[in-house]
């Protein structure tokens, strides 16, 4: 029979997966801001261009993480 999870081990491992989703987040934002935002800040709104920029940003760092992840995964299998 499979031995049950201890529930400190398990909250612990949570919020280490917590701590580490925030940390990806806002080296998201941060990449993204850099990337895309004109230092200038002219209007108080995004421009088209700025909004494109994020979201084109938003989803290749979304994906390469998922990529990251899988191969990691794969390879950790593998051992």
Do not use: H
């Not at 949570?14 to 701590?19: F, I, K, N, S, V």
């Not at 938003?58 to 990529?67: F, V």
Request: charged fraction near 25%; glycine fraction near 8%; proline fraction near 3%.
């Amino acid at each position: 029979m499979a031995q049950q999870p201890d529930p400190q081990m398990a909250m612990q491992m949570a919020q280490q997966e917590m701590e580490y989703r925030v940390e990806l987040f806002n080296k998201m934002v941060s990449s993204c801001f850099e990337k895309c935002i004109d230092r200038r800040y002219k209007e108080g709104e995004l421009s088209v261009g700025e909004n494109a920029c994020i979201d084109r940003c938003s989803n290749k760092y979304w994906q390469t993480t998922g990529i990251v992840g899988q191969m990691l995964g794969a390879q950790g299998s593998m051992q």
